[in-house]
């Protein structure tokens, strides 16, 4: 099974820091996704990436091709973007999903 | 704008009973999926369908049959619910395989 694995499992900042979730994957992916699960459950996508980087307001994503890694970042971060984040690997056909990162930002 | 709609929200089955999720999306999309969400697990892919009359098993199939009524529409059924499958379910669609995925608000199933 090709594995994809985050980290931080939780993170809890002050609010305007600067927050990085990382991502990293077994070979064969074609592209990589990162999304955003609020709190009342709904999932929303934030990036889809095959190589460099995207922007996105105070969000950026990136990726590295050749060491098979991925890191979302948020800026200014705000107590609205806690929320669980979610990185995922398209294998074929398929997406397998990391297990996600929940997020805590404190006024 | 509707998006990807799932219905029931909530359902509470007892073992043995059947259950049909429902989806609808309308963003004229060829790709639909199925996925259940369990606590420390990540989503897990459980059927999808890449085009209108075409369906595949994903990652844990067992349990599931799922029908493409017909390009909007994507049905999950539990024939003989277990309490295995007790799960937040989200269907989501695509324009295609492996581009951006929209996704419902999900379906909290607990099987008794």
């Known amino acids: 099974k090709n594995e994809v694995e985050q980290s931080p499992q939780n993170l809890t900042a002050q609010e305007g820091e600067f927050i990085t979730i990382n991502c990293s994957y077994s070979?064969?992916?074609?592209?990589l996704h990162w999304l955003q699960q609020h709190p009342g459950g709904g999932i929303v996508s934030l990036f889809m990436l095959s190589s460099g980087k995207k922007k996105h307001g105070r969000l950026i994503a990136t990726i590295n091709i050749q060491e098979k890694h991925s890191s979302l970042h948020i800026t200014a971060s705000h107590p609205r973007d806690s929320a669980v984040y979610i990185c995922a690997g398209n294998y074929g056909n398929q997406f397998y999903f990391g297990t996600g990162t929940s997020l805590t930002v404190i006024p | 704008n509707a998006g990807v709609t799932q219905t029931p929200k909530f359902q509470v089955l007892k073992t043995g009973q059947s259950m049909t999720l429902q989806c609808a999306q309308d963003?004229?999309?060829?790709?639909m999926y199925w996925y259940r969400q369990d606590p420390g697990m990540g989503l897990r892919l459980i059927y999808y369908s890449a085009s209108e009359g075409t369906t595949d098993k994903g990652e844990v199939p067992n349990g599931y049959n799922v029908s493409r009524l017909n390009k909007r529409e994507f049905s999950l059924r539990l024939e003989s619910a277990a309490p295995s499958q007790t799960s937040v379910y989200f269907c989501?669609?695509?324009?295609?395989?492996?581009?951006?995925?929209?996704f419902g608000q999900g379906t909290r199933l607990t099987v008794v």
């Open positions: 070979v064969g992916i074609s592209a």
């Open positions: 989501a669609s695509s324009v295609s395989l492996n581009t951006e995925a929209f």
């Open positions: 963003m004229n999309h060829n790709s």
